[in-house]
């Protein structure tokens, strides 16, 4: 039997990588794909923080796929936020909580996606259906992708659904959520040792709608001050991605995972940024009170405008 890839996409978060690990787990014990789990980017701390808890290795780096190789997607269905040579691909699944953008296949798939805050809330889902009893370790990994996605049911892309699993999940980990879940977002606000490039890679994503490429990456923190001294260092590095990557617009999002506020930085058609959430850019910034999703309080209105 052909070995399956699954992988989240690239810049990977928690979701993305622990997610993949989760579907290996639930294939092995369904026994009808021969599965493995991949990642597409460097383990990021917040991420290696769940891993060390929970006793489990970081998946491999994955860095192309050739033509024909059956593949799972988790976390992601855009082929822009996903591996090289992804077109090519026999995808044969993919379990997801995003829009769908971007996605063609040439052959019938299994697709799950769920309007939800994570993409382990729906495998957990899919679990209970199939009747697979959740262990321990497993139960870890899926809180963990809940708790960073939803910032410990905080954002507003949590949903009833996601807190159900959590307490659900806790339980089964043995883990005191409120506790584990900061120490968890904690550990990656850690950025004392990341560069400009890096800092702008941890958590970024591509977009375009009609005609225009646009990038938005999120940078979690407890003090946006702090991550704002290198703001002139990040802006070249922005700007050296978006020559190199013909971007039109970067919206780089500083979140406070504490107070649930982001500053952003905007550089490129900030007319657009601008119009979407009714501010005034000055040097380049704004605050958005109340603002930490991505998925429901940024690309929406930079999308509504375009």
Not at 106 to 112: G, K, S, T
Not at 272 to 295: H, M, Q
Request: aromatic letters at 6%; a negative charge.
């Amino acid at each position: 039997m052909e070995e399956i890839y699954i992988f989240g996409h690239k810049n990977p978060d928690t979701d993305s990588i622990l997610s993949a690990l989760v579907l290996e787990a639930i294939e092995k014990t369904m026994g009808i794909y021969k599965a493995k789990a991949y990642r597409l980017g460097e383990v990021n701390k917040e991420t290696q923080y769940a891993l060390d808890y929970f006793g489990v290795k970081a998946p491999e780096l994955l860095e192309e796929v050739k033509a024909g190789q059956p593949v799972m997607l988790v976390d992601h269905n855009s082929f822009d936020q996903s591996v090289k040579g992804i077109e090519k691909a026999k995808v044969i699944r993919v379990i997801d909580h995003h829009k769908i953008a971007n996605f063609e296949t040439h052959e019938p798939l299994f697709y799950l996606g769920m309007p939800v805050g994570c993409t382990a809330t729906i495998l957990e889902e899919m679990s209970k259906v199939s009747g697979i009893k959740i262990d321990r370790i497993t139960a870890g990994l899926m809180l963990s992708c809940i708790i960073s996605d939803t910032l410990l049911l905080k954002s507003p892309t949590c949903t009833e659904r996601d807190k159900i699993a959590a307490k659900k999940l806790a339980k089964i980990a043995g883990v005191d959520m409120d506790a584990y879940g900061l120490d968890l977002l904690k550990a990656g606000t850690d950025l004392s040792d990341l560069t400009p490039e890096q800092l702008i890679n941890i958590d970024s994503k591509p977009f375009t709608i009609n005609g225009v490429k646009y990038q938005v990456a999120q940078i979690n923190t407890v003090s946006i001050e702090d991550v704002l001294k290198d703001k002139e260092a990040m802006e070249e590095a922005m700007k050296n991605f978006m020559q190199e990557n013909k971007v039109d617009l970067f919206v780089l999002m500083i979140t406070d995972i504490l107070e649930s506020n982001s500053q952003i930085i905007v550089l490129g058609k900030q007319e657009i940024a601008e119009k979407a959430f009714a501010i005034k850019l000055e040097n380049n910034t704004a605050f958005l009170p109340g603002v930490v999703s991505r998925k429901k309080q940024i690309i929406p209105n930079i999308d509504g405008v375009l």
